[in-house]
């Protein structure tokens, strides 16, 4: 009787182990349409191998999925490379303007502190950038913020739209101004409320009060599909947001395949990319499942 019931217990015990192992995948992501879109793609890829799987996409703001990934009530998320240098008080370091240096230096600090693995990063960068009118961008070979520079010392026509906070922070405009040897003038910027690059794009897109350029972020969606350009930094002003999986290191040992899995998804999201697939939500309206879903199988990534 004893006997029996002792292998009654280890049974309970393997069974518990193996309900253990086999948990739910909670996949989470912030709550814009980004988040929306990477939280969906690594979900899809997660559940076409198998995976159990919790929706947790567009679950909050920055500190609210990062807190809860390591509290452990969320698994994987999509996080952005130059947000290291928020989460460990580290702004000054350089290493942040470099995409390879970034990335190392998260990952290496998140593995130590948080137990959380940073998997392959998509070769995009989400940063603040400036976004011109497509025709103001072709009629004077527009592509970077060293033309923009020069462009503009030859009195060229420009009117930004931004955020006070863009206008304002010593990281944003003033550091472009400061890198590129130029200087807005009250009347070339027109400042909007809130940070969202969807107004300050809209404006550029209709030439409202004369803008002809918007602060924008590296892949909004609406930026190419209202005309626009972004300009490149080649001086390096703002960090590297690179989008990159974020996983628990537990998790991460219970599917180990995970990296591999993920890691041809990611390294197609480009820029280009990632503006066509946010520009389907942000413009189109077009639900963030359905375009993940269309992508992974036009790109063959799931069957």
């Given at each position: ?262 890691k041809p998804v990611f390294a197609s999201l480009d820029e280009k990319?990632?503006?066509q697939l946010n520009a389907s939500i942000a413009v189109e309206g ?18």
């Open positions: 009787m004893n006997v029996s019931a002792r292998w009654g217990m280890a049974g309970l015990v393997l069974l518990a182990a193996g309900t253990q192992a086999a948990e739910p995948v909670k996949v989470g992501s912030k709550i814009d349409t980004e988040g929306s879109l990477l939280g969906n793609i690594i979900l899809q890829v997660l559940d076409s191998h198998g995976v159990k799987t919790v929706n947790k996409v567009q679950l909050g703001t920055t500190p609210v999925v990062r807190g809860a990934i390591t509290a452990g009530e969320l698994d994987i998320y999509p996080e952005y490379t130059g947000n290291g240098a928020f989460f460990f008080k580290d702004e000054k370091d350089a290493a942040w303007k470099n995409a390879q240096q970034g990335y190392e230096k998260v990952k290496k600090l998140d593995a130590e502190k948080n137990h959380l693995v940073w998997l392959t990063p998509a070769p995009a960068n989400n940063t603040w950038t400036i976004a011109v009118r497509k025709d103001l961008a072709e009629k004077n070979k527009l592509t970077s913020l060293d033309d923009l520079s020069a462009y503009l010392k030859k009195g060229g026509e420009f009117k930004l739209a931004a955020s006070a906070e863009f206008i304002e922070r010593s990281d944003a405009l003033p550091a472009f101004e400061k890198a590129y040897g130029f200087k807005l003038e009250q009347p070339q910027l027109l400042s909007l409320a809130g940070g969202d690059t969807a107004v300050t794009i809209k404006a550029a897109a209709q030439q409202t009060s004369g803008v002809n350029a918007a602060m924008a972020y590296g892949t909004d969606g609406p930026v190419a599909a209202l005309g626009l350009q972004t300009l490149s930094d080649p001086k390096g002003v703002q960090p590297i947001y690179a989008p990159t999986p974020v996983v628990r290191e537990a998790v991460l040992k219970a599917y180990p395949q995970m990296d591999e899995w993920l990319t990632l503006q077009l639900d963030a499942k359905k375009v993940a879903a269309d992508y992974l199988k036009q790109k063959g990534f799931v069957k």
